[in-house]
Structure formats: C-alpha cells, structure tokens
C-alpha cells in the first residue's frame, strides 16, 4: 500500500532504497535521537531493509519530488523499548533525515499513516514515546493528537538509551 500527500509518499522499503538509507542513516545527528546507532554501510543498510523494515506497516518517507526515501514510518506490536503498551496496541516510530528537520515532513507523514489507520484498521489505540532530549519529536506527536500519558520511561535496551528518560504519549481512536 502507497499514502500519498501532494508532497511526500508512504511506500513499502524495497533493497534498491539502501544507498538512500544509509546516506542518511549514517548521521550520527539522526539515529541516537530515536535510539538507534548510526548505519555504518550500506550492507547496513539494506540488512534493516530486509528485516526491521520488511513489514506491511512500516514505510519509507519519500519525497515525490525526487523519489529520494528520507525517513521512514510506522507501527508495529513492539520495538526494543519499555513503552507501557496495552494488549495489542502498537508502538508508533519514525524518524526523517537531518536536511529535513522543522519542515513539517514528519508530521505531516504521521498524520497519514493515521488517515490511513482510521481509516482500513480496527485498531483503538496507539502508544508512542520520545526521548526527553528530543522535544521536537514529541511536538510532531502532539501535532496529531498524541496525549501525554503523565508516564515516563527509563530504556535501557536502546542504543544510547541507557538512563534517557522517554515521555510516553498516547493516541485514543475512539471506536
């Protein structure tokens, strides 16, 4: 499945998206801010296409000016964090490349795939959370309905997240 807005796509990973990824997977700016350590090839790169990222339910962010993948979206049943999930309530993650921080792209690639979830999922409710160090990330969610749980996270499993707080956000879809 393909979202589309008239400036950006959600669409599956493919193997041929690898350079991308890794040209700005690479940035050591980028990965720690969502808890992951920098790509450092692009074997890489296309080793998390092929595993982390081969699901129905995580997309590039690509620019349909280009055609160039710049970030990637989705949800899922879990990630290597404590989030306090409820039975079968999926964990949100993203991330978008540095040369295109504070241009509204994450937001406006999370208010999609919500579209999307409203719209073709049954699900109630979604969980998401930011590192504390990362308020930019948590504006992004409350831009699209995200509430703040009152609850905090210490992630000890995530790359550079040994005793990083993470804020816990929560979004209610009222079905």
């Not at 964990?91 to 509204?104: D, H, L, Q, S």
């Not at 406006?108 to 990330?137: K, V, W, Y």
């Amino acid at each position: 499945m393909t979202l589309f807005t008239d400036r950006i796509m959600l669409r599956l990973w493919v193997d041929s998206d690898a350079e991308a990824l890794y040209k700005y997977a690479s940035d050591p700016d980028v990965g720690p801010r969502a808890g992951w350590p920098p790509h450092q090839s692009v074997e890489e790169s296309l080793k998390i296409i092929r595993t982390v990222f081969h699901t129905d339910t995580t997309w590039a962010i690509v620019l349909r000016e280009t055609g160039e993948p710049i970030g990637a979206m989705g949800y899922g049943p879990s990630c290597e964090c404590n989030l306090p999930a409820l039975p079968g309530e999926p964990i949100v993650g993203y991330w978008v490349a540095k040369p295109f921080w504070n241009k509204g792209i994450c937001t406006e690639a999370l208010q999609l795939m919500l579209d999307h979830i409203r719209t073709d999922t049954n699900l109630r409710s979604l969980i998401c959370g930011h590192f504390i160090d990362n308020p930019a990330s948590g504006r992004v969610m409350e831009k699209c309905g995200f509430v703040p749980t009152g609850e905090e996270c210490i992630d000890e499993s995530l790359y550079t997240g040994a005793g990083r707080p993470m804020r816990v956000l929560r979004l209610n879809l009222n079905r």
